[in-house]
């Protein structure tokens, strides 16, 4: 199989992540593969719109694409923020946690996972998806400042801290991508 994949991202934090946890294939980012678009998530779940960037991307750069779709679910919100983590208050990661806390005020269950999907699409058409969890809870303030988006908010289960007091191989080693990025190798 040709390891070289174009990342369908413009996160240049889930593009980190991505080339740390496969380490032994050739991780292009969108740019470097001369796409500049955006391709809009209009799909209802994380693999939905984990298809909708790879198919994107692939057909644009004739290269194999792979991208991930991800986000944060919490019980007591019904599963929200969901597949609208990243556009939860309609501004930046400080105010998705600052949302995300208020809207949490005075609730007792915190519990809460984060999901990841992943498609790798090659030029053939030929598709790969796979999926991973990690779970935890919410805190009631900001611990750690390493990692982005909810990761100082998402108290793991696994590492018994927050993502945000993890450092990069710890929270790879447990998380939602990496766990999916995984089961995508075991497929391959």
Request: net charge negative.
């Amino acid at each position: 199989m040709e390891k070289t994949v174009v990342a369908a991202t413009g996160n240049a934090h889930k593009l980190t992540e991505i080339r740390a946890i496969l380490c032994e294939w050739n991780v292009i980012s969108a740019k470097e593969a001369g796409f500049f678009g955006d391709v809009e998530e209009t799909g209802e779940t994380f693999v939905e719109n984990a298809l909708l960037k790879a198919r994107a991307v692939c057909a644009s750069t004739g290269i194999p694409a792979l991208a991930d779709d991800s986000g944060l679910c919490v019980d007591a919100l019904g599963g929200a923020p969901g597949v609208y983590s990243a556009r939860y208050s309609g501004g930046g990661d400080a105010e998705n946690r600052k949302l995300l806390l208020k809207n949490l005020a005075g609730e007792e269950n915190r519990r809460a996972y984060f999901a990841s999907a992943v498609a790798l699409v090659f030029p053939s058409g030929e598709t790969f998806v796979a999926e991973g969890r990690t779970y935890g809870h919410i805190l009631d303030a900001e611990q750690g400042e390493r990692g982005f988006g909810y990761d100082s908010l998402f108290y793991s289960d696994d590492l018994k801290k927050s993502f945000g007091e993890a450092t990069e191989a710890e929270k790879n080693a447990v998380s939602h991508r990496g766990r999916a990025l995984r089961e995508l190798e075991a497929k391959l």
